[in-house]
């Protein structure tokens, strides 16, 4: 299966693949915990920016409050060319700084004392690099609606938050919480993160102040503008009243009040698998932008045409994907893998993506059954490249193989299978939530907490899908009324057991790299492996 896609999700991914990669310094800085990142711990960002649609410019300052861990003076800030920084001040002095690149190095007057808490300004405004093809190649999205209107919106996954204003651009750390408060021309509305505030009307322009009460990653953070309606409901869900809000163009508000019936039937089916939506206080809301959607904490960016399907098309081809809209599902589940459970090193992003790829088909189990969801999670295996491992390289800021969608929402499927107890595996998607709520993470966490909570080591088992390009292939001989068996191109020690059916009888095997046997009463007429075990089969001639 070498096919390569052309509608997926992770296009960006399989382009940037095709060959070897080579890291910069630039990639070490971006990627790393650096000693200028190490010794100061984040608390805060009060982020302030006014965007100018006219003039494809943006204005403004950042306040990062920090607790110092060790004492140091030296404190690096990110922010991309062509955004400069005009100024940076620590109670009200003015700081010098050296770059190189899109790092900062900020020399420190105040002593840093251990257990201090301290805030930087960073006064900043330019042009903000455009976005190519949001949300992949992101930046700032300029577009306008078909009013005419300004239709503005950022995004910035991989690429960093950095692109657009000035932060600790490494996935390690997070604010407790955040301020933002974005100054659009007069006829326009923004919609950030968290709860609207206030709005303060001023003579050409308003500003919007949102507070988002959680930890929230960098690139979560989001400022859209347009010309916005606004609905909404109060959803009953497992930890109370959740306000639900949907900000969509004038012109598509029908649309949406049709399509986002689908919004609660999102959070019942997700609360069921994964727990409560991990930010109450802040809301959800669902925010129409002018590219195909992104996981925006609490604004869930959404622009997949109100149409079912991704933008119309069934990815695993087995009809259950025209069964829900791809990009309100998939980006919403996000909020657990993603924004409440976070990746430390964008290397492990499987832990995003495989298990939001893997949430689509528990959203068609909780709807429409296990075998419509298992059938959905099986078809998309046609999506699968096998090119490089699901895990990528650390400290560079770069992601694994595309794979971590589709093969990691089937090495998670294979894993249900495993446990063969579904009420157990629910609880151990709940007990991930609960035990990394509001975390960032490494891989070693997540594979532990698994093994652990099945009782399973599942070392190689992991090894085996996350960690290298090779899907089992169990080999078997029939003649007359034995069966041998056996696994290879497997890692070391990889054991896994699966179900086969012979002659129509299903049973658990174990196989493993050796050759096993046994005989049946009967002459063996077929073979069948459980097709919801993702490895291939082959059958030898004796
Ligand atoms: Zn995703």
Avoid at 9 to 16: N, P, R, T, V
């Amino acid at each position: 299966m070498k096919k390569i896609t052309k509608c997926l999700l992770f296009g960006w991914a399989l382009s940037s693949y095709s060959q070897q990669p080579t890291f910069t310094k630039q990639d070490t800085l971006r990627g790393s915990i650096t000693p200028e990142r190490s010794w100061w711990d984040l608390n805060f960002y009060n982020l302030s920016v006014e965007v100018k649609p006219d003039e494809k410019f943006i204005s403004g300052s950042n306040i990062i409050r920090y607790t110092v861990l060790e004492e140091q003076q030296l404190l690096q800030v990110d922010l991309q060319p062509p955004l400069i920084i005009e100024k940076i001040t620590q109670e009200g002095e003015d700081l010098n700084w050296e770059s190189n690149g899109n790092a900062h190095f900020v020399t420190l007057k105040k002593p840093q004392r251990k257990g201090d808490v301290n805030e930087i300004k960073v006064y900043y405004s330019g042009q903000p690099k455009e976005a190519v093809r949001a949300p992949w190649d992101g930046g700032f999205s300029w577009k306008k609606d078909s009013n005419g209107k300004y239709f503005v919106a950022t995004s910035c996954q991989g690429l960093g938050a950095s692109v657009w204003w000035p932060n600790k651009d490494h996935m390690y750390d997070e604010v407790d919480s955040m301020a933002i408060s974005i100054t659009t021309p007069k006829d326009l509305m923004d919609v950030s993160n968290g709860r609207l505030l206030k709005v303060e009307e001023k003579k050409d322009s308003n500003t919007y102040h949102w507070y988002v009460a959680n930890p929230i990653n960098n690139y979560g953070v989001n400022i859209n503008i347009g010309d916005y309606v606004h609905f909404g409901e109060t959803y009953n869900g497992e930890k109370g009243k959740l306000s639900m809000d949907y900000y969509v163009l004038r012109d598509n508000e029908e649309k949406a009040k049709e399509q986002f019936k689908q919004a609660p039937m999102m959070m019942e089916a997700f609360e069921h698998w994964f727990g409560p939506y991990p930010f109450y206080e802040d809301g959800f809301k669902l925010v129409e932008v002018p590219y195909l959607g992104m996981e925006h904490q609490s604004s869930v960016t959404y622009g997949n045409q109100f149409k079912n399907g991704y933008l119309g098309r069934d990815l695993s081809k087995t009809g259950w994907g025209l069964k829900f809209d791809f990009i309100l599902i998939h980006e919403s589940g996000h909020e657990w893998f993603a924004n409440n459970i976070t990746y430390k090193d964008m290397a492990d992003m499987w832990i995003h993506e495989s298990f939001t790829a893997y949430s689509e088909n528990l959203y068609v189990d909780y709807h429409f059954g296990k075998k419509a969801a298992s059938e959905y999670v099986v078809g998309t295996r046609a999506n699968i490249n096998n090119d490089k491992p699901i895990i990528g390289p650390y400290n560079v800021n770069k992601q694994g193989s595309g794979d971590m969608y589709y093969k990691g929402a089937n090495m998670l499927h294979t894993l249900r299978q495993l446990l063969e107890d579904d009420e157990k595996w629910r609880t151990i998607l709940r007990g991930l939530n609960k035990e990394f709520y509001h975390k960032t993470v490494t891989t070693k966490e997540i594979e532990d907490y698994i093994s652990k909570s099945s009782g399973i080591d599942l070392t190689q088992f992991f090894d085996q899908y996350l960690r290298t390009v090779k899907i089992p292939i169990l080999e078997y001989e029939v003649k007359n009324k034995q069966l041998r068996f056996r696994y290879t191109n497997i890692v070391n020690g990889f054991d896994m057991p699966l179900r086969l059916s012979i002659n129509g009888s299903e049973d658990w095997y174990y196989p493993n790299a050796g050759w096993k046997s046994k005989t049946y009463e009967e002459d063996i007429q077929t073979v069948e492996v459980d097709e919801n075990f993702y490895v291939d089969s082959k059958s030898i001639l004796f």
